[in-house]
């Protein structure tokens, strides 16, 4: 069974004691991507075909970091307030995405938060707003119009290379896969023998099984505060989590940002959702 834990060291730790034999027959590897731990858990799969999903996952990050300054995220950040920008097919196509999750979300989700994260707060409010980004599909042109604007995909970036990366898979043959990134999993089909790939999530009431489904955690216990809300420029300071269900990994990690920032779920939320409330602590800081 799959513990998710927004606890890296401890993800950490727990993918690292996979007996190398496994790892030697492609039925689990382990990178370290976009700053964190990435497995691939794919029975019988070819060790090329592992390795290409990895490197698809790869790819995007090279595509949508905003902490390396040549991908393609920095330079279009870097236009910003200079006119439009002319996207690749794969960048425009996470941006698309991005601001439709930011309206069905009402912007709790918005990736133009990128100036609050900056440690800037509440006085660049006026930088931030997904309705200000302007998207030409014929043109294939994304604009910044105001300098200092910036787009981040913290928040949706990890979903979308999961799903690409299980599409490798799925062309490469793989029937059954559990990917981990950083605690947010996705499932392609079921272990032999089973009816999906058995998950404790935290506020679950009991673990259960995903198949062909993304589970995405999103909270403080790792690095509180590091959530900030896009409507007052404030960090999120609350001590619990929650995780969402859904069909895609690119959708349950927008969604788990989400309602993490509004503390329940919306009208237009139409998945699964767990929230786990923060615990008390006794004076030694365990939880109870």
Avoid at 5 to 30: E, I, T
Avoid at 66 to 86: I, T
Avoid at 216 to 241: D, K, M, Y
């Amino acid at each position: 069974m799959l513990k998710l834990n927004l606890n890296k060291k401890l993800l950490v730790c727990a993918l690292l004691a996979l007996p190398p034999a496994a790892n030697a027959r492609g039925a689990g590897r382990v990178r370290w991507i976009m700053g964190t731990v990435c497995e691939i858990r794919a029975p019988g799969a070819a060790p090329a075909t592992v390795s290409a999903a990895f490197a698809e996952i790869e790819r995007w990050d090279r595509i949508l970091s905003r902490y390396k300054p040549d991908s393609e995220l920095s330079a279009l950040n870097r236009s910003a307030g200079r006119g439009p920008f002319h996207a690749s097919a794969e960048l425009y196509a996470v941006t698309a995405l991005a601001l439709e999750r930011a309206q069905d979300t009402g912007g709790a989700f918005d990736p133009t938060v990128l100036p609050l994260l900056l440690g800037r707060g509440p006085a660049a409010l006026p930088l931030v707003g997904w309705k200000k980004v302007r998207l030409d599909p014929a043109a294939r042109t994304i604009e910044l119009p105001r300098e200092g604007m910036g787009l981040d995909f913290g928040g949706i970036g990890k979903g979308w290379a999961l799903d690409r990366a299980a599409e490798v898979l799925r062309t490469g043959g793989v029937k059954a896969a559990l990917l981990n990134f950083g605690g947010q999993v996705l499932a392609i089909g079921a272990p032999e023998g089973a009816a999906g790939w058995e998950v404790e999530v935290p506020g679950a009431p009991k673990p259960f099984l995903i198949k062909d489904a993304s589970v995405a955690v999103s909270g403080n216990s790792e690095r509180p505060g590091h959530i900030v809300s896009p409507f007052n420029g404030l960090p999120i300071r609350r001590r619990s989590s929650v995780a969402v269900l859904a069909p895609t990994a690119a959708r349950a990690d927008g969604w788990s940002t989400a309602l993490f920032v509004l503390g329940k779920n919306p009208p237009s939320f139409k998945d699964r959702s767990y929230f786990d409330p923060a615990k008390p602590k006794n004076k030694k800081g365990d939880r109870l």
